[in-house]
């Protein structure tokens, strides 16, 4: 069984930082990408950034230029920098892993930005 566990959510004033963390409990085959998603209430989850294996990265056009993904592959660990933070970033993000035998998601961390 794989477990994905979350850190860094918080609450924070607009245009503050956080930094997300999401360790892997272990690796099942190969990691072909790791990634960071948001869901806010009543709606859809949706990208917020992935890496893949071969270090391709997309971001969903809303964080471009203010997030950004990186990971440690020895700490099977993916980061989210998230800074310039918005009220509408406001959400419950969620890390994913997507490995040969399985996609696996996180718990998800809360991160509230508000004055």
């Known amino acids: 069984q794989v477990q994905l566990v979350e850190s860094g959510g918080g609450l924070v004033q607009p245009g503050g930082s956080l930094r997300l963390s999401c360790v892997a409990s272990?690796?099942?085959?190969?990691?072909?990408?790791m990634g960071w998603y948001l869901q806010a209430p009543g709606k859809q989850r949706e990208l917020v950034a992935d890496?893949?294996?071969?270090?391709?990265?997309k971001y969903g056009d809303s964080v471009k230029g203010r997030f950004t993904i990186s990971r440690d592959n020895a700490k099977n660990t993916v980061y989210l920098q998230m800074n310039s933070l918005k009220p509408q970033d406001t959400a419950v993000y969620y890390c994913?892993?997507?490995?040969?035998?399985?996609?696996?998601w996180g718990q998800g961390t809360q991160v509230t930005v508000s004055s």
């Open positions: 994913n892993f997507k490995m040969t035998w399985g996609n696996y």
């Open positions: 272990r690796i099942i085959g190969s990691i072909y990408a």
């Open positions: 890496i893949t294996s071969g270090g391709r990265i």
